[in-house]
């Protein structure tokens, strides 16, 4: 039974700062590439960064310089550190990730049911 369990979100000032969390869950699994999706209202779900499991990371070229994406393997949690949030970082946050687990024939990608992030002038 695999799932992810974000935290981290909240409503923040803009220019302040914030770091989600996203924990995976069972002891039998692989877990390959991780990433940070967020969605606002009225607008689809975009990647905002991720992960591969070499330590490879990417962003959008709208929070670049500003976040930072990372991942603890020993923990299987993948961290996405949000500085000088700006007001169009709000959205709902959500974590994925590609995982493989013990009888499964292939690997799946999860979702985490979502954090809201609000950042206010």
């Known amino acids: 039974q695999v799932q992810l369990v974000e935290s981290g979100g909240g409503l923040v000032q803009a220019g302040g700062s914030l770091r989600l969390s996203c924990a995976v869950s069972?002891?039998?699994?692989?877990?390959?590439?991780m990433g940070w999706y967020r969605q606002a209202p009225g607008k689809q779900r975009e990647l905002v960064a991720g992960?591969?499991?070499?330590?490879?990371?990417n962003y959008a070229k709208s929070v670049k310089d500003r976040f930072i994406i990372s991942r603890d393997n020993a923990k299987q949690t993948v961290y996405l550190q949000m500085n000088s949030l700006k007001a169009e970082d709000t959205a709902v946050y959500y974590c994925?990730?590609?995982?493989?687990?013990?009888?499964?024939?292939?690997?799946?990608?999860?979702w985490g049911q979502g954090t809201q992030v609000t950042v206010y002038p």
């Open positions: 992960v591969t499991t070499g330590g490879t990371t």
């Open positions: 069972g002891s039998t699994v692989i877990i390959y590439d």
């Open positions: 994925n990730a590609l995982i493989w687990t013990t009888g499964w024939r292939n690997s799946q990608s999860y």
